[in-house]
């Protein structure tokens, strides 16, 4: 599977997430159905990454269809995300109740 591994109906893929300070190599769900990016509430306060209000609450559905446990999500993150040997995009991510993902994280140098 290369890259990337299968898991029942979703697939990960290997991802680096980082701001100014700091990056993160993990594992992102793929899911073909999903409208945004998402990050949840406890990577971002275990990180202290910067919440930004959004102008209008999001409805937020789980991957199979249900209400999510927290039922709108009211603020987004700002991140690069890195796939592959690609170049890093400044992406926006909803924050909300999610899987929670393991993490390896290091300092950048220099920082």
Known sequence: ???????????????ILSDRNWENSTSALID?????????????DKHHLERHKLDV?????NIDG???????ST???KLKLKMREGKPEDQ???ITD??????T?????GI
Do not use: D, W
């Not at 591994?5 to 991802?15: D, I, Q």
């Not at 073909?32 to 971002?44: D, I, P």
């Not at 609450?57 to 559905?61: K, Y």
């Not at 999610?98 to 993490?103: D, F, G």
């Open 32 to 44: 073909s159905g999903a409208t945004a990016l998402f990050l949840s509430h406890e990577f971002v």
């Open 75 to 77: 603020h987004y993150a």
């Open 105 to 109: 994280g290091r300092r950048k140098p």
């Open 66 to 72: 249900t209400l999510n446990c927290r039922g709108t």
């Open 98 to 103: 999610i899987i929670t993902l393991t993490l």
């Open 92 to 94: 926006e991510f909803l």
């Open 57 to 61: 609450e999001i409805l937020v559905q």
């Open 1 to 15: 599977m290369s890259e990337s591994e299968k898991g029942g109906a979703h697939m990960h893929y290997p991802v």
